[in-house]
């Protein structure tokens, strides 16, 4: 069998901790042990956590992902917590846009590349080293169901996703004899979250969900995935039937979508 990731007395960092699943998340690695390196630009969120679960294992870094002397401050700070080594690294921050791809600008895919898909590849490279040192470590990438299959207007968020899919299997093949285990957690959308981390976003613009969850509901189900080494989780009922109705018949799930986007567009 193989060996389980254990949180007690593990050392992690999780990114976008600040709210939805990430801060679940990092409530429940707190509960059973687990000094956990937290990231994200907002620092009262981040200090209300750290109140709530306690300073010995929660250690704050405040500041935005895609910024490199964030990143280096996070990992010095683990691998000082766990004397050089990482246990587990979440890259959970992300945002999104909702909108026709025509009628955005090249700084909006931009934004979103930089924060989806580039900032978990520059974490991963520079975490690798202290993951090898770990503990039946595992890099946790979060990517989503429309990292699996896309969706009109959600071009660049869709986009972000695929690429970050793409990356954990490439990775997972790469580190395998490190013992360093990549695992995708793909949710739906989360209550709420997505919905607080548009840019450039029309204001009255809305969008369908597919299985939403809490994000407690998705907290549980990474730290259930990341415990037991998974390679990959898709979360919620309604995320499942998208990702495998893709996989069965493309055709027919273009012609559904493009008949809902002819909906919305009528």
Known sequence: MAQRWNPDGSVAIVTGASSG???EFCRLLALQNCRT???ARRRQRLQDLTDQCGAD???PVVGDVTDPAVRRQAIQRATALGDGRLDLLVNNAGIGAIGPFEKATDDRLRRIMEVNFFAPASWSRDAIPALRRGRNPVLCNVGSVLGHRAVAD???YCASKFALHGLTDSLRAELAESGIQCTLV???TTT???FESLIDTDPDQSSASIGS????KVASVMLAAIVKRKSEVICSLGGKALV?????SPPIMNAVLARGGKRRDG
């Open 21 to 23: 699943m990430g801060r």
């Open 37 to 39: 390196v937290v990231v």
């Open 57 to 59: 294992r929660i250690h």
């Open 154 to 156: 959600k071009s660049e």
């Open 186 to 188: 793909s949710p739906s």
């Open 192 to 194: 709420s979250e997505f």
């Open 213 to 216: 969850w809490t994000p407690e």
């Open 244 to 248: 495998y109705a893709d996989r069965l």
